[in-house]
């Protein structure tokens, strides 16, 4: 099995959970990385950090740029911008890294997905879509990409979905993180939504929030 390179941060114990959190546009693995010590999660909960790397490919709406991107954007219409085909493939290697988890001894009912940006929108599918129950869902500064080809599947009906975006994003604006709460709600999800005065970023608010959903998913 090929799986994606990806920065891995193991817990002073050894790992009983896992977030697998998917980086945006034109960065890479390495970054969410420095936010991990600054969760302060209880080290009972022995969480696994999981930052894949996405392929560098070019991307449409850069002048045909190559950089590291988990679907080609086309335009500025989300509707109908996406590679869906591309999208779908991400979502692939992601239930792929789900998998590898699970060989490693980790129940899927304790690993959490997190995406930001284009990530986000690869774990939302991802997540309401997997057969097997997860343990949570994070979406940051993000879209529902291509929400009429996302089929639920009812292992995941019930699981909790923190949505956060920024009310200053200028790249994603926050009208995307209430269309993506709205869409959800339209498919029988209740997430969260929270908002901080932020652009196309993370902010300590956020992560001292995202610390909290953490805590409270993998409560043991």
């Given at each position: 099995?090929?799986?994606?390179?990806?920065?891995?941060?193991?817990?002073?114990?050894?790992?009983?959970?896992?977030?697998?959190?998917?980086?945006?546009?034109?960065?890479?693995?390495?970054?969410?990385?420095?936010?991990?010590?600054?969760?302060?999660?209880?080290?009972?909960?022995?969480?696994?950090?999981?930052?894949?790397?996405?392929?560098?490919i070019p991307i449409t709406i850069?002048?045909?740029?190559?950089?590291?991107?988990?679907?080609?954007?086309?335009?500025?219409?989300?509707?109908?911008?996406?590679?869906?085909?591309?999208?779908?493939?991400?979502?692939?290697?992601?239930?792929?890294?789900?998998?590898?988890?699970?060989?490693?001894?980790?129940?899927?009912?304790?690993?959490?997905?997190?995406?930001?940006?284009?990530?986000?929108?690869?774990?939302?599918?991802?997540?309401?879509?997997?057969?097997?129950?997860?343990?949570?869902?994070?979406?940051?500064?993000?879209?529902?990409?291509?929400?009429?080809?996302?089929?639920?599947?009812?292992?995941?009906?019930?699981?909790?979905?923190?949505?956060?975006?920024?009310?200053?994003?200028?790249?994603?604006?926050?009208?995307?993180?209430?269309?993506?709460?709205?869409?959800?709600?339209?498919?029988?999800?209740?997430?969260?939504?929270?908002?901080?005065?932020?652009?196309?970023?993370?902010?300590?608010?956020?992560?001292?929030?995202?610390?909290?959903?953490?805590?409270?998913?993998?409560?043991?």
């Open positions: 099995m090929h799986y994606l390179p990806c920065v891995e941060i193991e817990p002073d114990t050894p790992a009983t959970a896992s977030v697998i959190w998917l980086h945006g546009l034109g960065a890479d693995g390495h970054d969410f990385e420095p936010i991990v010590p600054q969760l302060r999660l209880p080290k009972e909960l022995a969480v696994r950090f999981v930052f894949p790397h996405a392929p560098s850069n002048g045909g740029m190559r950089m590291p991107a988990w679907f080609d954007i086309r335009g500025m219409d989300l509707d109908t911008a996406v590679d869906e085909t591309q999208l779908l493939e991400s979502v692939a290697a992601t239930r792929a890294l789900i998998e590898r988890e699970v060989e490693r001894g980790i129940p899927t009912e304790r690993i959490v997905l997190a995406g930001f940006s284009q990530g986000g929108a690869v774990v939302l599918h991802t997540a309401l879509s997997h057969s097997d129950k997860l343990a949570g869902l994070l979406v940051l500064s993000s879209f529902f990409a291509v929400p009429n080809a996302t089929k639920p599947h009812p292992a995941n009906r019930d699981i909790p979905i923190d949505v956060f975006h920024g009310t200053h994003d200028a790249m994603a604006p926050e009208t995307l993180g209430r269309q993506t709460v709205a869409a959800l709600e339209a498919l029988g999800y209740a997430p969260s939504y929270k908002t901080y005065p932020m652009q196309h970023e993370v902010c300590l608010a956020e992560i001292n929030d995202i610390a909290a959903s953490l805590s409270r998913i993998l409560k043991p």
